[in-house]
């Protein structure tokens, strides 16, 4: 048994916390009644993460953590935040990562004890290894009611155990309150708002131990009474106290940052991951190097950028020759690049920015910053590989009306010119053809998430170069969560009256992880989204991996293939969403291109 006062868990900088909201009004009325530490710290802890920027609280229902939850009711009111609720903490977790996506600020996910703390677990690595920002307030019982056979209790910190890696501050066990604050200022009020501080450092990388962003896991035992009046204090501004409180054992100090200036010699290549941003192209536009930009690497564009890139790399004359490679971000969907990354006669330089870092050659520079020095661009180095891009483009754009046809006065070749245009209007989606149509439907102003599905990986194919803003859970690439994490991103992007769609792009198996996540409550205004399923009946990517020319054919139906029948159509209307079928590029176009009034599901039946 631990006393109160000891701190667990200490894989980051002191201390943080998070804060209840108000019930009903009549159980409000009687809770007013009722002196609860709870409330209090939960009142400072909240009302300073507010403070530092905090704007969404996810919150799932429970008993234990209700303080904090009431108190999110009456931030929301308040106008403070916004409030988000939702019944599945999986979900929750990854409708927070993917506000913290888009908005680059974390969200602040409220949940009880037990099982509730353990379906956060996935968003976290996620967060964790894509360097998304997220604070996790999960409450707890108290010291003296763990590891005694207590109900609905287990090791909450050691669930995130695996997430403390070096200069990385992820979880601790926040001090149980004791004390009610008739002011704010006291003791206890001001240790919470440190907590609050020192959270909010680590989730955003701000902190003493130079860490990128991600997942920070404060763990609140709380005794009872679980909930009672808000402090009269609550929402008044509240000046530091000058203590001065310690930062954990394994924060490391702050390092230099490492800048890195590159000559032009070498011939050079710049590799765009998932999460690398438009970095990746100002440097290759810098260096008059060819840009290598995966489809979710939100760089996949400029006058650089190389098409068809899979088969270049593997070239000789061109991947062969390669010297130099500076990476941005994350590169997962194609093995070229592994293997070029992997090379030991190849110089890495990889480019700090998210998430873990890469070292797959195990020489890899890492660098804050790259410039490029003075000197000429090897035009002979570039116009190669631009050359052989321009050769090896593919160009999905439907053939043009034959105009001239339409309007003959043969009547042959006028049936013949209609006769082609409704072959074209009929003709059935493939799916390159759905990963061009919802390309070609987004703007700057909207936002295109990519699940983890065959799709993403024919769309980096195939897709031509535009500056659009990508997201897509691609730290561990799993299909956990991706409609949440859509909706987060939709949620962000259009706070305070963000124009735009969030189009979520996924096969039906990863909708159908997700299902849960199409559950809105009807008290919360939904956002501009469409969800669009590529539904083949079933995994089809295990079709390009190596088991599908080891397992039989039974084996694969079995257990890879995962086939369903379920009925889409039934599905979004039991969750109150719009349901869409679409068969041809016709009309997959003017589904993308109407006006989206409710959330949208469209599905897109797929061959196998």
């Known amino acids: 048994m631990q006393h109160d006062d000891a701190v667990r868990g200490a894989t980051f900088p002191a201390e943080h916390g998070d804060a209840p909201a108000p019930t009903p009004s009549s159980a409000l009325a009687e809770a007013r009644t009722i002196e609860s530490p709870a409330t209090d710290a939960a009142a400072a802890l909240l009302s300073e993460l507010i403070s530092l920027g905090l704007r969404h609280i996810v919150v799932s229902p429970g008993s234990r953590s209700q303080a904090l939850a009431l ?110 604050d008739a002011s704010g200022d006291g003791a206890q009020s001001a240790r919470w708002r440190a907590w609050a501080h020192r959270a909010w450092d680590a989730a955003t990388g701000a902190g003493p131990a130079l860490a990128t962003p991600g997942p920070v896991q404060l763990n609140l035992g709380l005794r009872e009474p679980l909930a009672g009046s808000l402090p009269t204090w609550l929402g008044a501004p509240h000046a530091p106290d000058g203590t001065a409180w310690p930062v954990a054992e394994t924060a490391r100090a702050a390092q230099p940052r490492l800048a890195v200036t590159l000559p032009r010699g070498a011939r050079t290549i710049v590799l765009a991951g998932a999460g690398a941003g438009v970095g990746a192209e100002q440097l290759a536009h810098a260096g008059g190097w060819p840009l290598i930009a995966e489809v979710v690497s939100g760089a996949r564009f400029g ?162 170069g535009k500056a659009l803003t990508v997201h897509s859970n691609r730290g561990l690439a799993g299909i956990d969560g991706t409609i949440a994490t859509g909706l987060g991103i939709a949620i962000a992007s259009q706070r305070d009256g963000g124009p735009g769609v969030t189009r979520v792009l996924l096969g039906d198996l990863t909708l159908l992880h997700d299902v849960g996540a199409l559950l809105l409550p009807p008290t919360e205004a939904a956002p501009r989204i469409q969800v669009i399923v590529g539904n083949d009946g079933g995994g089809t990517i295990f079709d390009d991996l190596e088991v599908a020319g080891v397992a039989s054919t039974a084996d694969m139906q079995r257990v890879q293939y995962t086939p369903h029948t379920v009925a889409l159509e039934q599905l979004a209307r039991a969750y109150g969403w719009e349901y869409h079928r679409v068969d041809t590029r016709s009309a997959l176009d003017q589904a993308l291109t109407a006006a989206v009034g409710v959330p949208q599901l469209i599905e897109v039946p797929l061959a196998r």
């Open 71 to 180: 108190l999110a009711a009456e931030l929301e009111r308040r106008g403070d935040i916004q409030l988000h609720v939702r019944i599945d903490e999986r979900v929750a977790g990854f409708l927070a990562l993917g506000i913290g996506r888009e908005s680059g600020a974390p969200a602040a996910v409220i949940c009880t004890s037990g099982t509730a703390a353990a379906n956060l677990l996935p968003a976290a690595l996620e967060a964790h290894h894509s360097g998304v920002p997220l604070l996790l307030l999960t409450a707890d019982r108290p010291p003296e009611l763990r590891g005694v056979g207590s109900n609905q209790t287990t090791d909450q910190l050691g669930m995130f155990a695996g997430l403390a890696t070096a200069g990385r501050l992820v979880g601790v066990d926040v001090p149980v309150p004791t004390d009610t």
């Open 303 to 464: 006058r650089h950028l190389v098409h068809a890139y899979r088969a270049l790399l593997r070239d000789p004359e061109l991947g062969g020759r390669i010297e130099r490679v500076v990476v941005f971000g994350h590169p997962t969907l194609s093995r070229e690049t592994a293997v070029l990354a992997s090379r030991a006669a190849v110089e890495v330089i990889a480019v700090a920015g998210t998430g873990e870092p890469l070292n797959l050659n195990g020489a890899t520079t890492h660098a804050d910053t790259v410039t490029v020095a003075d000197g000429e661009v090897d035009h002979e180095w570039l116009g190669a590989w631009m050359r052989a891009s321009q050769a090896a483009a593919v160009d999905l754009s439907p053939p043009a009306p034959d105009l001239a046809g339409l309007h003959s006065s043969e009547p042959a070749r006028r049936l013949g010119a209609v006769a082609a245009e409704l072959d074209a209007l009929r003709l059935p989606l493939d799916r390159a053809g759905l990963v061009d149509a919802v390309w070609r439907a987004s703007w700057p102003h909207d936002r295109l998430l990519f699940g983890s599905s065959r799709l993403v990986r024919v769309a980096d194919e195939v897709l031509p």
